[in-house]
């Protein structure tokens, strides 16, 4: 997951310069969020540390399938590849379902916080 993650980042950040697009002023607040995230699901234990990683995941597989929809037909490279990018989101979310992720009883609130609040950073850093 580590290597496909570093791909993905790789390609947008020269995607961003080629295109010469600023990024979100919020990605370091975006970056310490994500990283507070990851470490209280740790603590929580296993089962709630993969389901932070299948819910982040889905959440981004819907937002990269959501920009394939805004791209003209002149970018056919970037959606070919932003789908493999989803791809790869959801073979992760697999994977953390495969190694204990759930969402029965209180994981199906930690479930919902994690996509909404992933889902509310995704539309602000749309505006800002």
């Not at 993905?8 to 020269?14: A, I, K």
């Not at 929809?69 to 979310?93: G, Q, T, V």
């Not at 930690?110 to 995704?122: H, Q």
Request: charged share 35%; hydrophobic share 35%.
């Amino acid at each position: 997951m580590k290597k496909h993650e570093q791909v993905h980042s790789d390609f947008f950040e020269r995607e961003i310069k080629k295109r010469n697009i600023k990024p979100t002023k919020l990605l370091p607040l975006w970056d310490l969020l994500g990283v507070g995230l990851g470490f209280s699901s740790t603590i929580l234990g296993k089962k709630a540390a993969m389901l932070c990683t299948a819910s982040v995941e889905e959440v981004i597989g819907d937002h990269y399938k959501n920009q394939t929809y805004k791209l003209n037909d002149d970018e056919k490279e970037l959606k070919k590849k932003i789908m493999k990018f989803r791809d790869d989101e959801l073979d992760h979310k697999d994977i953390a379902y495969g190694h204990g992720a759930t969402k029965k009883g209180f994981y199906s609130l930690l479930d919902k916080a994690i996509k909404t609040s992933s889902r509310i950073a995704i539309a602000i850093s749309e505006k800002v």
